[in-house]
């Protein structure tokens, strides 16, 4: 029943990378460490939210989502193209 749903690369602090299965489901931003977890490691609503692409910095991940909530933590995703980033952003 999730809307759309794949494994993506999640910044972490201190700009660590680490790959998560993300889960958009109803109006949830869920993220987990693995495809066997029960419960996510990040759960954030996306009502209300800014989320802005950035494509192509050398070196990094070329296509990210940024999205703000409004009581969190900002949240950066890397994806793998701008066909991916696109989806995601509809979505």
């Known amino acids: 029943d999730a809307r759309i749903c794949a494994f993506l690369w999640r910044k972490k602090w201190l700009g ?3 790959k998560q ?3 958009i489901k109803d109006t949830r931003l869920l993220c987990y460490k693995s495809s066997k977890d ?3 490691q990040l759960d954030v609503n996306l009502l209300g939210c800014t ?3 950035k494509e192509k910095q ?3 991940k070329e296509h990210k989502l940024k999205i703000i909530p409004m ?3 900002v949240i950066v995703l890397g ?3 701008k066909d991916q980033a696109e989806q995601w952003l509809r979505v």
């Open 38 to 40: 029960h419960s996510p």
């Open 58 to 60: 050398v070196r990094k």
């Open 51 to 53: 989320v802005i692409h």
């Open 79 to 81: 994806l793998q193209s």
């Open 71 to 73: 009581n969190a933590d």
């Open 21 to 23: 299965l993300c889960v």
């Open 16 to 18: 660590q990378w680490a």
